[in-house]
Every structure is written in structure tokens, then in C-alpha cells.
């Protein structure tokens, strides 16, 4: 039967490539563009009770495309939309029931995230703002539930809210740093 701490193998393999490019439109704005292509493979394998190798893959290509807005020297804009992505995997604790093991082991699927943001920063003599307002659509969201020791998908989920940070320098080499944020 199945025992906790038995001997079991899990592999990941994950390669990416990201690359972006600012291009500059006029001296006030500029076109800000990224993209991500990455590759995910995981292999487990139940050593101990002799259990077929899982495996599976996971390609995905995501992006961000903003514009900046330079107001003057010490007060910038954007705004951007992106994605975001976060490969499946399997769970190397086999599922349990009412009885104890009921073998096998779960896989849950990747998730995706879709953003859109703005953004405001500013800065004088001895202080520096940011303020960043976004909104978020995460699919297929991934959790742990601690009862069963599982990671599951639990739907689609909306983040959306506030970020403020600033900073003030009070002395010459004492500086206050602070950020709020809400969701």
C-alpha cells in the first residue's frame, strides 16, 4: 500500500526567451513592447509502487504592449496591457478519499492572467511617487487546498485595485520608503 515519504521522481524542464523593445515615437512618447515564448515539460514517475510515468507539456507566448507619456522631466505616465502565464504540473501526493488512498495523482492545468494597468510617477529634490491602478482577469486560477495536499484549479478570478509607493529623503543619508496597496 501507500505510505507517506515514499520514494517517487518528478522532473520539470522549463526554457524561455523574453525580449523588449521601447521605441521612441516623439520626445513625449514611447511605445513600450515585450514578448515571452517559454516551453514546460514535467515527467513523475511512483517509484515505489511501480506506477506508469504522467508527463505533459506546456507552450505559451505572452506579451505587453504600453505607451509612456514623458509630462516633463519629473513626471511620467503609461498605460499597458499584458498576459501572463503559469504552467500546470502534477501533484506528487497520490488523492485521497474517505478510505484513505485511493491511488493515482492528480494533474491541474495552467493558468492565464490578462492585465490592463496605468500608471503615474513623479519626483522632486528629496521625494519620488508612483501610483498604479490596475485590473486583472486571472483563468483557470491555481490553489493548494491544505485539506487534501492538492493544487487545484478553482476558476476565473478578478483582481483589480491601487498601488501607491513614494519615498522622501530627510537627510543626507536617510531616506523614508513606503507603499500601500489594494485589492
Not at 30 to 50: E, N
Amino acid at each position: 500500500g501507500y505510505r507517506f515519504g515514499q520514494a517517487n521522481r518528478y522532473r520539470t524542464n522549463s526554457a524561455a526567451l523574453f525580449g523588449q523593445v521601447d521605441h521612441t515615437l516623439t520626445d513625449q512618447w514611447m511605445l513600450i513592447t515585450g514578448l515571452r515564448v517559454q516551453a514546460d515539460r514535467y515527467r513523475f514517475k511512483d517509484i515505489q509502487l511501480q506506477s506508469p510515468q504522467q508527463s505533459g507539456t506546456d507552450r505559451a507566448i505572452d506579451y505587453r504592449l504600453g505607451l509612456q507619456w514623458l509630462h516633463s522631466d519629473a513626471l511620467v505616465s503609461w498605460a499597458a496591457i499584458s498576459t501572463a502565464h503559469t504552467p500546470g504540473g502534477i501533484n506528487t501526493i497520490p488523492a485521497t478519499g474517505s478510505g484513505g488512498y485511493s491511488g493515482g495523482y492528480s494533474s491541474y492545468d495552467a493558468e492565464r492572467m490578462r492585465s490592463i494597468e496605468w500608471g503615474l510617477k513623479g519626483e522632486g529634490a528629496a521625494w519620488r511617487y508612483g501610483l498604479t491602478l490596475y485590473h486583472s482577469v486571472l483563468n483557470n486560477q491555481q490553489s493548494y487546498n491544505v485539506l487534501s495536499s492538492q493544487f487545484v484549479n478553482v476558476g476565473n478570478t478578478r483582481h483589480q485595485g491601487a498601488e501607491l509607493e513614494g519615498s522622501m529623503r530627510f537627510a543626507r543619508h536617510w531616506r523614508i520608503d513606503g507603499a500601500v496597496g489594494l485589492d
